[in-house]
């Protein structure tokens, strides 16, 4: 399932990320993939000890933290530091899986990788192509957002974007750990969690209805969740 999270950032929190990665070392991206990736990809990422890598990804960190909706949809237990892509010319990444376990090379991070995210930091009218098309159980979704915004979907999935032919498309993207695993116990999580802030916006948060179904919410996520 995707999700779409409209407007982490604003026009000027893309820009003050722009800042920082546009003038970064970009490198060809294969520099960090393994062989079948690489067959696949042809873009630029910053490399991801880059000063403007770490710089950008901190904001980028902060402004998905703030996001109570990327919160809820995604239950985040571990985040994999940001990086950064940017595709032009035709470059494209062609269908690949992303890799299950995800090491930060010199240091003991390790993740399984749930969800994976990307957030889009260029005007979707400044390019040509560059859909994510993610392949999931309803067929291909072409995603293609305004600068600000991301979208999280199943790190299990197929997933390819479309050679950009005109123009640049910069983002930044990321993997997940969740603290619930399972793709189909998160959505229940999420859809009762949506349910119950509008129910409670309705009825006020002392409303015993209100109170029992975060009950519910919560014995669900502590059966349910590795914390
Ligand atoms: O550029 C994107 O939106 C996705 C990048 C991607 O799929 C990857 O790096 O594995
Ligand atoms: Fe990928």
């Given at each position: 399932?995707?999700?779409?999270?409209?407007?982490?950032?604003?026009?000027?929190?893309?820009?003050q990320v722009r800042r920082v990665i546009d003038a970064g070392p970009w490198a060809d991206g294969n520099a960090t993939s393994g062989p079948q990736a690489?067959?696949?990809?042809?873009?630029?990422?910053?490399?991801?000890?880059?000063?403007?890598?770490?710089?950008?990804?901190?904001?980028?960190?902060?402004?998905?933290?703030?996001?109570?909706?990327?919160?809820?949809?995604?239950?985040?237990?571990?985040?994999?530091?940001?990086?950064?892509?940017?595709?032009?010319?035709?470059?494209?990444?062609?269908?690949?899986?992303?890799?299950?376990?995800?090491?930060?090379?010199?240091?003991?991070?390790?993740?399984?990788?749930?969800?994976?995210?990307?957030?889009?930091?260029?005007?979707?009218?400044?390019?040509?192509?560059?859909?994510?098309?993610?392949?999931?159980?309803?067929?291909?979704?072409?995603?293609?957002?305004?600068?600000?915004?991301?979208?999280l979907y199943p790190a299990s999935s197929l997933h390819r974007v479309e050679p950009v032919t005109r123009g640049a498309r910069v983002a930044s993207f990321?993997?997940?750990?969740?603290?619930?695993?399972?793709d189909g116990e998160r959505r229940i999580l999420f859809d009762l969690d949506r349910a119950v802030q509008r129910v409670g916006a309705d009825k006020g948060?002392?409303?015993?209805?209100?109170?029992?179904?975060?009950?519910?919410?919560?014995?669900?996520?502590?059966?349910?969740?590795?914390?």
């Amino acid at each position: 399932m995707l999700i779409v999270l409209p407007d982490i950032l604003d026009p000027a929190g893309v820009a003050q990320v722009r800042r920082v990665i546009d003038a970064g070392p970009w490198a060809d991206g294969n520099a960090t993939s393994g062989p079948q990736a690489a067959l696949a990809k042809r873009n630029e990422q910053l490399p991801e000890d880059s000063g403007a890598a770490v710089e950008a990804g901190r904001m980028v960190l902060d402004a998905l933290g703030r996001s109570p909706l990327f919160v809820a949809a995604a239950l985040p237990l571990k985040v994999y530091p940001p990086l950064f892509n940017r595709y032009a010319g035709g470059q494209a990444f062609d269908v690949h899986v992303d890799n299950a376990v995800r090491l930060k090379r010199g240091s003991d991070f390790r993740m399984r990788s749930d969800l994976s995210l990307t957030l889009f930091l260029e005007d979707p009218d400044a390019y040509d192509g560059g859909e994510l098309v993610v392949e999931d159980l309803y067929g291909e979704q072409r995603v293609k957002l305004s600068a600000g915004s991301a979208v999280l979907y199943p790190a299990s999935s197929l997933h390819r974007v479309e050679p950009v032919t005109r123009g640049a498309r910069v983002a930044s993207f990321l993997w997940i750990q969740s603290m619930v695993r399972d793709d189909g116990e998160r959505r229940i999580l999420f859809d009762l969690d949506r349910a119950v802030q509008r129910v409670g916006a309705d009825k006020g948060q002392g409303d015993r209805s209100v109170i029992e179904l975060t009950g519910v919410y919560h014995n669900l996520l502590r059966r349910w969740a590795d914390a």
